[in-house]
């Protein structure tokens, strides 16, 4: 490995999180498909960075942490394991804090 190579950790979206996010993208897309494309987007692309960053997040409770979906209301909650990142699902900013998970 090269001293400036990053170390990539694959990620596991769960089911329950891809339930919220499918949810999610059709609440935005009942006002604009292209919003809900742009989140889905945008959803990716923190995933990828969370796999080669995952300290970047904030930290929750019971080692869990959360990183803001961009310019979007909500968090994308996540454990970070030995070999993976674990996406537990993502939670609307106006719901509060009270994230919990369904499994």
Known sequence: MQENELIRKPSQVTKECKLMLKEATAYIAENSE????IMLMQFKKIVNLLEVMPG???KYENGMRRFLLGKFPYYIYYR???S????RGIWHTSRGTD???LD
């Open 34 to 37: 292209k919003q809900a494309v």
């Open 56 to 58: 970047i997040g904030s």
């Open 80 to 82: 970070e394991h030995e």
């Open 84 to 87: 993976y990142i674990s996406i």
């Open 99 to 101: 994230f919990e998970e």
